[in-house]
T-cell receptor, first 115, second 115 residues
Framework: DQQVKQNSPSLSVQEGRISILNCDYT??????FLWYKKYPAEGPTFLIS?????DKNEDGRFTVFLNKSAKHLSLHIVPSQPGDSAVYFC??????????????FGKGTKLSVKP | DAGITQSPRYKITETGRQVTLMCHQT?????MFWYRQDLGHGLRLIYY???????DKGEVPDGYVVSRSKTENFPLTLESATRSQTSVYFC??????????????FGQGTRLTVV
């Protein structure tokens, strides 16, 4: 049973426009959420995170929004650049009874930013 | 150089052989992880370690063995390789298990092919 879902395997966006990557989760005990970016033949790199006590976190062109009631988070990239073309993974963790507390990853969304 | 390194980057082995993937980190992070990435599955946790001599199973541990005699090293051994273990393997480390500071830093990956 997937606890972290990225329902869009791919997304194509024009350079300069906004990219919105979505992620849904099922476990209400998750309290920390992260986004990773992965280029081919490289390891994932940490991009941005958000704690469940916040609903928004911004870092330059990247903003993550968290909607706890909907169990949904999104990553906004504005403006999108060709160098943003990569696979983006959503991940979640929680420190609750029975949990190992480890990150649980979604399957990823491949973003293509076209010049 | 500071960081997390994996070796080898590429490995081809035969079914039934034992193979060990190496992972070394220079940050003195307490937590280390092994993930595998497969098409359609995203990143799945194999084993993790909270400190030297403390290891525990993740989501897909069968067929794998780990050890952690030193904080900086976390080798992953496939005792008798099978074709289903053909995958890209990522090692990662983090300072904490959950919350801020739990952002995992990944190595470049090892592409393992079992023939």
């Amino acid at each position: 049973d997937q606890q972290v879902k990225q329902n869009s395997p791919s997304l194509s966006v024009q350079e300069g426009r906004i990219s919105i990557l979505n992620c849904d989760y099922t476990n209400s005990m998750f309290d920390y959420f992260l986004w990773y970016k992965k280029y081919p033949a490289e390891g994932p790199t940490f991009l941005i995170s958000i704690s469940s006590i916040k609903d928004k976190n911004e870092d330059g062109r990247f903003t993550v929004f968290l909607n706890k009631s909907a169990k949904h988070l999104s990553l906004h990239i504005v403006p999108s650049q060709p160098g943003d073309s990569a696979v983006y993974f959503c991940a979640a963790s929680g420190n609750y009874g029975g949990s190992q507390g480890n990150l649980i990853f979604g399957k990823g969304t491949k973003l293509s930013v076209k010049p | 150089d500071a960081g997390i390194t994996q070796s080898p980057r590429y490995k081809i082995t035969e079914t039934g052989r034992q193979v060990t993937l190496m992972c070394h980190q220079t940050w003195s992070h307490s937590y280390m992880f092994w993930y595998r990435q497969d098409l359609g599955h995203g990143l799945r946790l194999i084993y993790y370690s909270a400190a030297a001599d403390i290891t525990d199973k993740g989501e897909v541990p069968d067929g794998y063995v780990v050890s952690r005699s030193k904080t900086e090293n976390f080798p992953l051994t496939l005792e008798s390789a099978t074709r289903s273990q053909t995958s890209v393997y990522f090692c990662a480390s983090s300072e904490y298990r959950t919350g801020a500071g739990s952002e995992a830093f990944f190595g470049q990956g090892t592409r393992l092919t079992v023939v």
